[in-house]
């Protein structure tokens, strides 16, 4: 009856996260693999249907707000598009067990990093 709740609460708390710059998505990709037992494509592809409105939202309001940098957004848009589609296209053609260590890896490379860099901060 309630099956609906736990994935709804884990949008809404990495939504949260992802608003204070935790990194959400990232967030939502382990919730939903680890606990919610959706295969690792399935989560990939529910993160960039979460990602793309809210990255269209912040887009607007940086721009609105005079934060975004044309020749940057110029340079960088094309750029990563091709390498988005890259990435999407060679996940498809690997086997999702060869994608799972290397993104557990760059996990705990990007947590660690997160940790010393707020560690260094607070020793400042």
Same mark, same amino acid.
């Given at each position: 009856?309630?099956?609906?709740?736990?994935?709804?609460?884990?949008?809404?708390?990495?939504?949260?996260?992802?608003?204070?710059?935790?990194?959400?998505?990232?967030?939502? +990709?382990?919730?939903?693999?680890?606990?919610? &037992?959706?295969?690792?494509?399935? %989560?990939?592809? *529910?993160? $960039? /249907?979460?990602?793309?409105?809210?990255?269209?939202?912040?887009?607007?309001?940086?721009?609105?707000?005079?934060?975004?940098?044309?020749?940057?957004?110029?340079?960088?848009?094309? +750029?990563?598009?091709?390498?988005?589609?890259? &990435?999407?296209?060679?996940?498809? %053609?690997?086997? *999702?067990? $060869? /994608?799972?260590?290397?993104?557990?890896?760059?996990?705990?490379?990007?947590?660690?990093?997160?940790?010393?860099?707020?560690?260094?901060?607070?020793?400042?």
């Amino acid at each position: 009856m309630v099956e609906w709740l736990v994935p709804f609460l884990a949008a809404a708390a990495t939504g949260a996260l992802s608003g204070w710059g935790v990194g959400g998505g990232t967030l939502l +990709l382990v919730c939903m693999t680890l606990f919610l &037992g959706v295969g690792q494509r399935e %989560a990939q592809a *529910v993160n $960039l /249907l979460f990602f793309l409105p809210t990255a269209g939202i912040s887009l607007f309001f940086h721009r609105k707000n005079g934060y975004l940098d044309k020749e940057t957004w110029r340079a960088a848009a094309p +750029l990563g598009t091709a390498a988005a589609l890259a &990435g999407a296209l060679a996940s498809m %053609a690997v086997d *999702v067990s $060869l /994608l799972r260590k290397p993104f557990g890896i760059f996990l705990l490379y990007g947590g660690a990093a997160m940790l010393m860099s707020g560690l260094r901060k607070r020793n400042s």
